[in-house]
């Protein structure tokens, strides 16, 4: 079975970076595509990124585009999130997921099998 462990939240100043891990605990990893998803505080669960199996498609938010950066490496089971430029708005519960069906827009990504969130907080 699946299962992902998210990791590298944290508290950070707006304008400061952080590099958020999935790592997965199993061996057919690069089977599945991966998005990385937040919710914050009193919002719906929104789509931030997608990646594709062999990483070559890659999806992002409108609001992330330009400042986070999707990976992954197979050989090490992870797929990493690094956001940079980050904003008091981004601060929220940031969750990675297979996905098994190519989504049209981000918006209409759906995670299948998710991890347990890592917190992000930004703020002076």
């Known amino acids: 079975q699946l299962q992902l462990v998210e990791s590298g939240g944290g508290l950070v100043q707006p304008g400061g970076s952080l590099r958020l891990s999935c790592a997965a605990s199993?061996?057919?990893?690069?089977?599945?595509?991966i998005g990385w998803f937040r919710q914050a505080p009193g919002k719906e669960r929104e789509g931030v990124s997608y990646?594709?199996?062999?990483?070559?498609?890659?999806i992002y938010a409108d609001f992330v585009k330009g400042r986070f950066t999707v990976s992954r490496d197979n050989a090490k089971n992870t797929v990493y999130l690094q956001m940079n430029s980050l904003k008091p708005e981004d601060t929220a519960i940031y969750y990675c997921?297979?996905?098994?069906?190519?989504?049209?827009?981000?918006?209409?990504?759906?995670?299948?099998?998710w991890g347990q969130g890592t917190q992000v907080t930004v703020s002076p």
């Open positions: 997921a297979a996905v098994l069906r190519y989504p049209s827009t981000i918006a209409t990504m759906r995670g299948d099998y």
């Open positions: 199993v061996f057919t990893f690069d089977y599945y595509a």
């Open positions: 990646i594709s199996r062999s990483g070559g498609r890659i």
